[in-house]
């Protein structure tokens, strides 16, 4: 005779302890280093799961355990709707080499009548959980990482050759908000790079270029559009709205504004810049890591300073460096991984190599350091060395 679902019930039973919610309760408030692991569906989990808890539908315990709970001992309580499938986890996890397994006795039910609180993730429509499915599979980021991203606000500089990827890969993500900055209007020789542009929308404004093509890539996306240069009057407003600021800017009097402005309202900054068939990038997080003036207090002197229309760019570089922003970004939203903080990271097309330099803050730097000199926003262009006219001509 075929073995019961009860036999199989049995023999866990005798083989994994049994816990109460109340006990379960107990040592989360008491702070016991435990880990909770939900074993049920996703379209369960979703109406509401214990806060904290690690969540493997049951099908997928045997592959992915050991991603989640790399330590087999790791004290590990399961818990499922009921208590049974829970039983049956624990029991797997035991034959995997998991020695401190329990089974939470009644599951979720009980733990909800016994009056403890449950959370729920926000609330993704059908159209989001498939669009954002691939995001989902990854415990790094979830559905929990996915509302991050759909409330995050990000403030681009420059719709550009970084610009551009930045805003096609965010808007891609699920970035809920993104604000555009740029006063351009799409020039032919822009499309070499500028990959939010097509040859159609020539002499179009690229803020409004940009939201079309965001738009036809994720309704999802609330793009504000900012046809106008970034300047000394209107950065500190712009920038109290954003989580996070991607500088795309390709002058240096628009770089050390980005700079003063985000660590005046203290807000991150993913940097990039490029030249020729060179790129780099950087975060600057305000006084947890160098700002741009620790790595560079001065800008160049202006005779050293080329406009974009003088130097060549290879067209595939700001996509590599652009791609690189909008992985930080990102990172910095979800707050996983480690983001470049301290570090820049140097790309070499030519050579084909990737280099990366340690980066401090400098305690006498005039922004960020102990007895900063620069408490409010400059003239840039004066700063620079450089008059307005010729600014004109560094366009995109
Ligand atoms: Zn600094």
């Not at 004290?75 to 986890?89: F, H, P």
């Amino acid at each position: 005779m075929p073995h019961t679902p009860h036999d199989f019930l049995d023999e866990a039973r005798r083989a994994i302890p049994e816990v109460s919610v109340e006990a379960v309760a107990a040592r989360r408030t008491h702070g016991d280093e435990v880990v909770l692991l939900d074993v049920r569906e996703h379209e369960e989990v979703r109406t509401g799961f214990i806060e904290g808890a690690i969540t493997i539908p049951r099908g997928f315990l045997e592959f992915r355990a050991a991603e989640y709970l790399p330590q087999t001992d790791t004290d590990i309580v399961v818990y499922c709707a009921s208590g049974a499938r829970s039983l049956l986890a624990a029991q797997v996890l035991r034959a995997m080499g998991y020695t401190r397994v329990a089974s939470m006795a009644g599951g979720i039910t009980r733990w909800k009548e016994a009056g403890y609180p449950v959370v729920r993730d926000r609330q993704l429509s059908a159209e989001q959980l498939e669009r954002y499915s691939r995001h989902f599979l990854l415990h790094q980021l979830g559905e929990k990482g996915q509302g991050k991203l759909l409330d995050a606000k990000v403030l681009l500089v420059g719709a550009g050759g970084l610009g551009s990827p930045v805003a096609l890969y965010l808007a891609a993500a699920g970035i809920g908000t993104l604000g555009i900055v740029d006063a351009d209007v799409v020039d032919r020789s822009n499309l070499q790079r500028q990959v939010l542009h097509t040859t159609d929308r020539v002499g179009m404004r690229k803020t409004e270029s940009a939201v079309m093509t965001i738009h036809a890539l994720n309704p999802d996306v609330q793009v504000h559009a900012y046809p106008e240069r970034l300047t000394v009057d209107n950065v500190m407003a712009l920038f109290q709205d954003y989580d996070v600021i991607v500088d795309g800017s390709d002058n240096f009097p628009t770089r050390y504004l980005v700079n003063d402005g985000a660590v005046l309202v203290g807000k991150p900054v993913v940097h990039g810049s490029i030249f020729q068939f060179e790129g780099q990038v950087s975060v600057f997080k305000p006084h947890e890591g160098p700002c741009y003036r620790c790595l560079y207090p001065t800008p160049p002197p202006p005779g050293l300073v080329p406009s974009r229309s003088e130097v060549g760019v290879l067209g595939v570089l700001p996509g590599v460096i652009g791609v690189i922003q909008a992985t930080e970004t990102i990172k910095l939203i979800i707050g996983q991984g480690e983001p470049l903080v301290g570090r820049l990271l140097m790309y070499d097309a030519l050579a084909m190599r990737f280099r990366e330099i340690r980066i401090r803050r400098d305690p006498d730097c005039p922004l960020c350091g102990a007895h900063p000199t620069i408490t409010a926003l400059l003239n840039y262009e004066e700063f620079c060395g450089l008059d307005t006219a010729a600014l004109a001509t560094i366009g995109a």
